[in-house]
């Protein structure tokens, strides 16, 4: 398999509905997109299975910051591909750091109390992706912060539609000081039904602020780019909208659009927008 069909591969597996959406991007950016996600996808994959690949992880790290010191190859074409990327679009070496550190963070913390920890996760695991992303995009500095704004979203979401998930992991993303449930697994939740829907309708108003804020940067893409970002936080939206009007539903699916959704809001946006 040669690099690119490994990058695809890797980056369709681990995210649905950006990869659906990224598709439409043109094809220089969508290879700088699937190197990005390969890279993110191949390390959270390490600390997002069931036992947790500890020694894959740091084993992972250490080939990439030896590479990046050294300058020279990794035996591993993921890395590789990733470094040439961040080298050529200027990423600031900065955001992988702290991507990896919130990768670690998975494998030694479970519970975030507050909102401020949970975010300091999720600048590492998600708004630095916006950052690369606003380099791929080649935007301007002025659309940075909504580039955060948009990982943070979308982050955000994932939480929730994912509850039921991370209960496997004994996880909670979710402030814990914002409720009185004892945890989010599906018998504590059932336990306190109204307190569980006045939490989620909490955090969803939430992820609805930010991707607010997100959407004031869409006046720096160009059409093509605007599209693809556009149809994604749809999507995004739309997850929110399920589960905001059946909050239990994250105990019986992971809530995403199927293909054809997805496919129609294209469409759609480059129909009308």
């Known amino acids: 398999m040669n690099v690119r069909r490994l990058q695809k591969s890797v980056f369709r597996r681990g995210s649905k509905t950006y990869f659906n959406s990224s598709v439409f991007f043109?094809?220089?950016v969508k290879r700088d997109v699937y190197a990005l996600y390969a890279f993110v996808r191949v390390a959270d994959d390490f600390v997002d299975t069931i036992p947790q690949d500890a020694n894959g992880f740091y084993s992972f790290r250490r080939k990439y910051e030896?590479?990046?010191?050294?300058?020279?190859?990794?035996?591993?074409?993921?890395?590789?591909?990733?470094?040439?990327?961040?080298t050529r679009r200027d990423f600031d070496p900065a955001w992988t750091t702290a991507f990896l550190h919130s990768m670690e963070l998975d494998l030694t913390k479970k519970v975030y109390?507050?909102?401020?920890?949970?975010?300091?996760?999720?600048?590492?695991?998600?708004?630095?992706i916006g950052l690369?992303?606003?380099?791929?995009?080649?935007?301007?500095?002025?659309?940075?912060?909504?580039?955060?704004?948009?990982?943070?979203?979308?982050?955000?979401?994932?939480?929730?539609?994912?509850?039921?998930?991370?209960?496997?992991?004994?996880?909670?993303?979710?402030?814990?000081?914002?409720?009185?449930?004892?945890?989010?697994?599906?018998?504590?939740?059932?336990?306190?039904?109204d307190e569980f829907r006045r939490f989620l309708k909490l955090q969803i108003e939430r992820?609805?602020?930010?991707?607010?804020?997100?959407?004031?940067?869409?006046?720096?893409?160009?059409?093509?780019y605007f599209i693809p970002v556009k149809t994604a936080s749809d999507m995004y939206n739309w997850t929110a909208t399920r589960i905001i009007n059946d909050p239990f539903v994250v105990y019986q699916k992971k809530v995403k659009p199927a293909k054809a959704r997805i496919y129609w809001t294209i469409l759609a946006n480059a129909l009308f927008s």
Not at 71 to 86: C, K, M, R, V
Not at 213 to 218: D, I, K, P, R
């Open 26 to 28: 043109p094809p220089a």
């Open 66 to 86: 030896h590479a990046l010191m050294t300058g020279s190859p990794s035996d591993d074409p993921i890395i590789d591909a990733y470094i040439e990327l961040a």
């Open 113 to 128: 109390a507050s909102v401020d920890e949970t975010l300091e996760y999720v600048y590492g695991s998600a708004e630095v």
């Open 132 to 193: 690369f992303m606003s380099k791929i995009l080649q935007l301007p500095e002025e659309a940075l912060p909504a580039a955060c704004m948009q990982g943070r979203a979308m982050q955000f979401i994932n939480f929730i539609r994912d509850i039921d998930e991370d209960v496997t992991f004994g996880r909670q993303y979710l402030p814990a000081s914002e409720t009185s449930l004892t945890n989010l697994s599906e018998e504590a939740t059932r336990a306190q039904p």
């Open 207 to 224: 992820y609805l602020g930010w991707q607010k804020q997100a959407e004031t940067g869409y006046r720096f893409m160009e059409r093509r």
